[in-house]
């Protein structure tokens, strides 16, 4: 089983910072990563695959770098509509995981 | 329009059965591998299980044995069949769709709660 942590656990910003989350793995990966939003009652939406490419649709303000075992999501310029939870996940082997998630909240 | 509708939930004695659905459009269902994902209230997410275009199938430790993840192309229909149940297996349920090219999951499911409980 591969293990993930995600830090920090919760991330107080204001509007127009630049955010950084990171993501560890417990061994290499490759660059098959992704992360996720979500908000309150929602379902998780994807943002970006393959550890640095952008769904589409998805804001340029958001982009993923890294490979092997460390990963970090950044936020450019963070906007109101990004204040939610944020979730890595490895699809290199089964079981497939998920970090624990960063909530990033207004400060 | 992709869309994934999940059914089925709702509460269930400890040790017991539960069958949820979910029934997938837009997009041709057979040709993609679909997975469950659940999350209980406050926590995050938990991979469940996963089903491949061929029915392979794979599950975490937490689930194996007790959870069997089936799909139903002519229905364009995914499951989850869920035995001995246990209250840590209360949470919302989401099927989600692998992306072409196994590049993350691209879309999901508004969720099914499942409560285990007596």
């Known amino acids: 089983v591969i293990w993930m942590t995600q830090s920090p656990s919760l991330l107080s910003a204001s509007t127009g910072d630049r955010v950084t989350i990171s993501c560890r793995m417990s061994q290499g990966i490759s660059s098959y990563l992704a992360w996720y939003q979500q908000k309150p009652g929602k379902a998780p939406e994807l943002l970006i695959y393959a550890a640095s490419t952008l769904q589409s649709g998805v804001p340029s303000r958001f982009s993923g770098s890294g490979s092997g075992t460390d990963f970090t999501l950044t936020i450019s310029c963070l906007q109101s509509e990004d204040f939610a939870t944020y979730y890595c996940?490895?699809?290199?082997?089964?079981?497939?995981?998920f970090g624990p998630g960063t909530k990033v909240d207004i400060k | 329009e992709v869309q994934l509708v999940e059914s089925g939930g709702g509460l269930v004695q400890p040790g017991g059965s539960l069958r949820l659905s979910c029934a997938a459009s837009g997009f041709t269902f057979s040709s993609y591998d679909m997975h469950w994902v659940r999350q209980a209230t406050g926590k995050g997410l938990e991979w469940v299980s996963a089903?491949?275009?061929?029915?392979?199938?794979y599950y975490p430790g937490s689930v194996k044995g007790r959870f069997t993840i089936s799909r139903e192309n002519a229905k364009n229909s995914l499951y989850l069949q869920m035995n001995s149940l246990r209250a840590g297996d209360t949470a919302v349920y989401y099927c989600?769709?692998?992306?072409?090219?196994?590049?993350?999951?691209?879309?999901w499911g508004q969720g099914t709660l499942v409560t285990v409980s007596s």
């Open positions: 089903i491949g275009t061929a029915g392979d199938t």
């Open positions: 989600a769709r692998a992306a072409s090219g196994y590049d993350g999951f691209d879309y």
């Open positions: 996940q490895q699809y290199y082997s089964f079981p497939f995981t």
